[in-house]
């Protein structure tokens, strides 16, 4: 056994306070011990150490001089146990490393700008990681630390992740103004023949995410371009004559007609979720209380 695994915190603690009352019974009683069990933790330390630390004298111990040369050692690593387990207040001003965020390209657009806006304003020293969003590699990311935080959508996410609710967020069918169907008033069965543009960022395919909901209908969609992500939807919309169902806040600004439909895909939520390893972080904590969440 190593002189390592022969000590423990308490020996310390008993030869600091040897060193301080330089008497058995007074640093017994300071801390709550019996003399017996200093005595026993003091010869303890005399073999670890291999010096007889303590010198009897009439009314208590006189330290040698290799006790009084570890003893300032000693405090400081009693100090830096203390602080170890003294609770840590969390700064933002201060607080210095790296945080990832994963995030899909619609919440790239949408949640991350005024995100990110916040956390560089009130933690400049915080750097920011922002990723792609990979729906296969996320769990393994999470665990191994590589991703904070994802900001994505319910079906995204494994269903052992905490999660909270942002907003609720819903599809709206967009056009150019330059398409043959802008000036029409179609319905559902002519949206579900008309050219049709998708965003598949999670898996690139030609399944959309409210095909589910033409299906209730009998109607299958005429899908003829899969993009990798949102943003890229409305410049193909503008050289194409072709629809395309998008969240309502992605296509805030840009110049698209609202095709008006009887009925509407119901609505979906955007949601940030964490591996629950971080659930008593600080720092995550307080990165969460940053994000715009809906007052229900």
């Known amino acids: 056994m190593s002189k390592l695994d022969r000590l423990d915190i308490k020996q310390l603690r008993i030869f ?3 060193i301080m009352e330089k008497n ?6 300071q801390l709550g011990l019996t003399q017996q069990a200093v005595s026993e933790q003091l010869k303890k330390l005399r073999d670890v150490f291999d010096d007889r630390l303590f010198l009897r004298k009439t009314n208590g111990f006189i330290p040698t001089p290799f006790a009084e040369q570890i003893a300032i050692e000693i405090d400081k690593v009693l100090n ?3 602080a170890l387990l003294s609770p840590k207040v969390f700064d933002p001003k201060t607080v210095t490393g790296t945080f990832v965020i994963a995030a899909t390209d619609y919440a790239q657009q949408v949640v991350l700008p005024d995100l990110i806006s916040k956390l560089r304003k009130e933690s400049p020293n915080l750097k920011l990681i922002v990723r792609d969003f990979e729906i296969d590699k996320l769990n393994e990311l999470m665990e191994n630390g590589k991703v904070n935080l994802a900001i994505a959508f319910p079906d995204y996410i494994p269903d052992s992740y905490p999660i909270i609710k942002l907003f609720e967020e819903h599809h709206i069918c967009v056009a150019s103004p330059h398409s043959s169907i802008s000036q029409t008033n179609p319905s559902l069965t002519e949206i579900a023949n008309y050219p ?4 598949s960022p999670s898996r690139p395919n030609f399944k959309g995410s409210i095909d589910d909901w033409f299906k209730r209908f009998g109607l299958k969609r005429n899908i003829v371009v899969s993009a990798p992500c949102f943003s890229i939807v409305p410049m193909y919309l503008e050289t194409t004559d072709s629809i395309a169902f998008l969240p309502s806040k992605a296509i ?7 095709i008006k439909l009887d009925q509407s895909p ?3 939520d955007v949601i940030a979720a964490w591996h629950p390893r971080y659930n008593d972080d600080a720092l995550h904590k307080w990165v969460i209380s940053k994000l715009e969440i809906e007052k229900l």
């Open 252 to 258: 805030e600004g840009l110049d698209l007609i609202k």
């Open 24 to 29: 058995a019974s007074k640093a017994a009683s």
């Open 266 to 268: 119901e609505p979906f």
């Open 16 to 18: 600091q306070a040897l």
């Open 80 to 82: 830096d146990f203390n």
């Open 196 to 199: 049709s543009i998708i965003a």
